[in-house]
């Protein structure tokens, strides 16, 4: 994966256009069986030593609402 493409691709999306790409591909990821909630809180526990605390929140927040009912 080259993280500079990947970068550019997002980076002039807005806050929503960011969430519901984030939504999209977690459904497919979901559907195809390559992400679960166990997998999201793996990802959580080795990202929130390195967040602030409103950070640790906001990604909370995601992870709620990417673990809703599709």
Known sequence: ???????E????QSSDELMETLLRL????KQSGEMS???MEE????LAPM???????R???IIARLNAPI
């Open 1 to 7: 994966m080259d993280l500079n493409k990947e970068y």
């Open 9 to 12: 691709a997002y980076r002039k």
């Open 26 to 29: 977690t459904a497919e990821q």
């Open 37 to 39: 909630e166990s997998k």
């Open 43 to 46: 990802i959580y526990r080795m």
């Open 51 to 57: 967040l602030s605390e409103s950070q640790k929140t």
């Open 59 to 61: 990604m909370r927040e």
